[in-house]
């Protein structure tokens, strides 16, 4: 089970305050036992059609039970607030599946 979540930063956004959202985002894998990975990056696609969503954070889960655990947990209702009080969020895309490969 994936979640991904991929933010667009509003203009004048400081890589410091980037890096706040990412390290909380990272540090909810010590947090909610649900969490088995963590991954993050960067867009680097050359195609241009990112529509300004440039920050990618990927968390794995064994199934969608361990999701929703985490989607309800104390830590991730946190997580939220803090991103939200950084007031440089301009939006959130978020799309979960499981692979069926």
């Given at each position: ?14 890589e ?50 361990a ?35």
């Amino acid at each position: 089970m994936r979640h991904i979540v991929i933010f667009k930063f509003k203009p004048g956004a400081s890589e410091a305050q980037i890096k706040k959202v990412t390290d909380g985002f990272r540090e909810l894998k010590s947090k909610i036992p649900d969490i088995v990975a963590f991954e993050h990056g960067i867009n680097n696609s050359p195609e241009g059609l990112n529509q300004g969503f440039t920050h990618l954070h990927m968390l794995t889960f064994t199934d969608v039970a361990a999701r929703d655990v985490y989607l309800t947990h104390p830590a991730h209702d946190a997580f939220g607030e803090m991103v939200n009080s950084t007031g440089i969020v301009e939006g959130a895309f978020v799309v979960d599946f499981e692979s069926k490969d």
